[in-house]
T-cell receptor, first 114, second 113 residues
Framework: EPEVTQTPSHQVTQMGQEVILRCVPI?????FYWYRQILGQKVEFLVSFYNNEISEKSEIFDDQFSVERPDGSNFTLKIRSTKLEDSAMYFC????????????FGSGTRLTVV | GDSVTQMEGPVTLSEEAFLTINCTYTATGYPSLFWYVQYPGEGLQLLLKATKADDKGSNKGFEATYRKETTSFHLEKGSVQVSDSAVYFC????????????FGSGTQLTVLP
């Protein structure tokens, strides 16, 4: 079964540093997403991406965040200057033209900012 | 805006017990509804879905029926197993052009042998 792959599985970074979280979506999917889950809280939408541009973003997705599809397979989330409150599990997801059928999520990257 | 409310956990059951996890939603129009499961140390997996009123989603013995009149999508299983221990998330996608999912807060289920 096709999978969404995320790397690394766990990243520790110092406050103020830049981090890049990487994702390989399912190859024939067209829509890509990032969600985050702060420990013990609900899963929150960050951003969706289609046709090489952001299609939706939440209030959480401020200027310190950016997304990119640098080549035909990777989808990245960059956090420019990490804060302690950015510590969370970050999930990448992808979907085809019919997201009513559900999204496929990756297994997540646990980001710890110290 | 859209929202999903799940019963608070944690829920602890004995093996073979009946499970219900309540989920209600607020959304305009006819959203699509989903249950996702997160096993310890893993990501989110789609468990089941329903895309229109009165649809019943089912998978691995779990069921949920899309009830428009009560705006609910309760998850049920007749006989839980230890391997069902996980966090369960109810989610919706609105009927408009927005593609994001709105999640509930999750319910931790622990099944004891």
């Amino acid at each position: 079964e096709p999978e969404v792959t995320q790397t690394p599985s766990h990243q520790v970074t110092q406050m103020g540093q830049e981090v890049i979280l990487r994702c390989v979506p399912i190859s024939n999917h067209l829509y890509f997403y990032w969600y985050r889950q702060i420990l013990g809280q609900k899963v929150e939408f960050l951003v969706s991406f289609y046709n090489n541009e952001i299609s939706e973003k939440s209030e959480i997705f401020d200027d310190q965040f950016s997304v990119e599809r640098p080549d035909g397979s990777n989808f990245t989330l960059k956090i420019r200057s990490t804060k302690l409150e950015d510590s969370a599990m970050y999930f990448c997801a992808s979907s085809d033209r019919a997201p009513r059928e559900g999204y496929t999520f990756g297994s997540g990257t646990r980001l710890t900012v110290v | 805006g859209d929202s999903v409310t799940q019963m608070e956990g944690p829920v602890t059951l004995s093996e073979e017990a009946f499970l219900t996890i309540n989920c209600t939603y607020t959304a305009t129009g006819y959203p699509s509804l989903f249950w996702y499961v997160q096993y310890p140390g893993e990501g989110l997996q789609l468990l089941l879905k329903a895309t229109k009123a009165d649809d019943k989603g089912s998978n691995k013995g779990f069921e949920a029926t899309y009830r428009k009149e009560t705006t609910s999508f309760h998850l049920e299983k007749g006989s839980v197993q230890v391997s069902d221990s996980a966090v369960y998330f109810c989610a919706l996608k609105s009927s408009g052009s927005a593609r994001q999912l709105t999640f509930g807060s999750g319910t931790q289920l622990t099944v004891l042998p």
